[in-house]
């Protein structure tokens, strides 16, 4: 069964930093590109961030782009998205998503979330 698990949410001052993890289990993790994706409350989806398999090549929304890093250690299975300079606009819920293609926009497994509030 795949599993992915985010962690590392919580609350921070604008201008502050955190990191996000995704724990993966349950399919051979280097072998998939992943994303990042977001939900503000009440509002659409958000694509972030995207990795290939190796780690190599990464991408990101425009609205993110010299602030957040995407990331992966496929020795440990899991998925990472260092978030810096954050603002209240960044506030969401996160959620780390397995590529089904080679497409990061495609995903087919995604975790349950992890909260990100950007609040002074």
């Known amino acids: 069964e795949v599993q992915l698990v985010e962690s590392g949410g919580g609350l921070v001052q604008p201008g502050g930093s955190l990191r996000l993890s995704c724990a993966a289990s349950g399919f051979t993790f280097g072998s998939y590109c992943m994303s990042w994706v977001r939900q503000v409350p009440g509002k659409g989806l958000e694509w972030v961030s995207g990795?290939?398999?190796?780690?190599?090549?990464?991408k990101y929304a425009d609205s993110v782009k010299g602030r957040f890093t995407i990331s992966r250690d496929n020795a440990k299975d899991t998925l990472y998205l260092q978030m810096n300079s954050l603002k209240p606009e960044d506030r969401a819920t996160y959620y780390c998503a397995k590529c089904w293609s080679t497409s990061w926009y495609a995903l087919d497994y995604w975790g349950k979330g992890t909260l990100v509030t950007v609040s002074s």
């Open positions: 990795i290939n398999t190796r780690g190599t090549i990464t």
